[in-house]
């Protein structure tokens, strides 16, 4: 299974939230997709919305950006 990326670190609320929710509508089931970002607010409502949207989400911060795995359940 490949998992795809996304790097968000060049953009925030509320571009980040829709290019996050494009990119995870078109996953497979089980597909994964790595998000970088570094904007505090897009993190959370990134996270939010996957929560609510029956995604999984793995968390990895780094020192200055935080890694999402997020796979559709």
């Known amino acids: 299974m490949e998992t795809r990326t996304l790097d968000l670190s060049q953009q925030r609320c509320p571009m ?3 290019l996050a929710k494009r990119a995870a509508q078109s996953l497979d089931k089980n597909g994964k997709l790595e ?3 570094v904007d ?7 996270m939010k919305y996957f929560e609510l949207n029956a995604f999984a ?6 020192a200055s950006c935080v890694f ?3 796979t559709r359940k």
């Not at 989400?57 to 780094?62: A, G, K, Y």
């Open 16 to 18: 980040s939230l829709l």
């Open 57 to 62: 989400i793995n968390v990895e911060h780094e």
């Open 40 to 46: 505090k607010t897009s993190l959370a409502d990134i």
């Open 68 to 70: 999402l795995t997020v």
């Open 35 to 37: 998000i970088k970002v």
